[in-house]
């Protein structure tokens, strides 16, 4: 069993819907958690990060983390087509030596 | 723009034959990280360094090799490619003030 879940998708919603991705762990000593954006034959690109449990939000983009059930979610809301891309969770327990664990990625396709 | 750049962007190669990818960085940073990508596995670590000279392995490292003699360079060597290796390689950094890690474009490799 991976160490970190996320479904692979693709996820495809009409343009306007509220967007909901997920990523389910198994360690709970993990305390650090990030949401990255990778375009087709690009980099990924940090979005959101927060440190332990509760809401993170900037713009349309909500990060939310409950670590009594080992889940993270973002949020997108008013989803636009630029939105289509793949989201990344990655994790981490502690910064030492700052290295993360990551999901395979979530496709997600916004439809005009 | 984290000022991360990789060559050669694209290279096909033979299996056996030595390969070496470069990562230069332009803002001093003191982590960097080799990573691989592919379809369903997400980015699995195959290297990472902490300082010029200082390396470590990661989550995937057999078959492949880096050094750091410098603060701005971090070069990932496959000493004999195998079509296992054919993969789209990430470097990164990470960036102290934001604590989380910022990525190149990536190269991608095909080993025949």
């Known amino acids: 069993q991976k160490e970190v879940e996320q479904d692979p998708g693709p996820l495809s919603v009409p343009e306007g819907a509220i967007v909901s991705l997920n990523c389910t762990y198994s360690n709970s000593a993990f305390q650090y958690f990030m949401w990255y954006r990778q375009y087709s034959r690009k980099g990924p690109e940090l979005l959101m990060y927060t440190y332990s449990s509760g809401n993170k939000e900037d713009g349309r983009f909500t990060a939310q983390v409950d670590k009594s059930s080992k889940y993270i979610s973002l949020f997108i809301r008013d989803s636009q087509p630029s939105d289509s891309a793949t989201y990344l969770c990655?994790?981490?327990?502690?910064?030492?030596?700052?290295?993360?664990?990551w999901g395979a990625g979530t496709k997600l396709i916004i439809k005009p | 723009d984290a000022g991360i750049t990789q060559s050669p962007r694209h290279k096909v190669t033979e299996t056996g034959t030595p390969v070496t990818l470069r990562c230069h960085q332009t803002?001093?940073?003191?982590?960097m990280y080799w990573y691989r990508q592919d379809p369903g596995h997400g980015l699995r670590l195959i290297h990472y360094s902490y300082g010029v000279k200082d390396t470590d392995k990661g989550e995937v490292s057999d078959g492949y090799s880096v050094s750091r003699s410098k603060t701005e360079d971090f070069l990932l060597t496959l000493e004999s490619a195998t079509s296992s290796q054919t993969s789209v390689y990430f470097c990164a950094i990470h960036r102290q003030v934001t604590d989380t890690q910022y990525f190149g474009p990536g190269t991608r490799l095909t080993v025949l």
């Open positions: 803002e001093n940073h003191r982590y």
């Open positions: 990655a994790m981490s327990e502690t910064l030492s030596n700052y290295q993360l664990i």
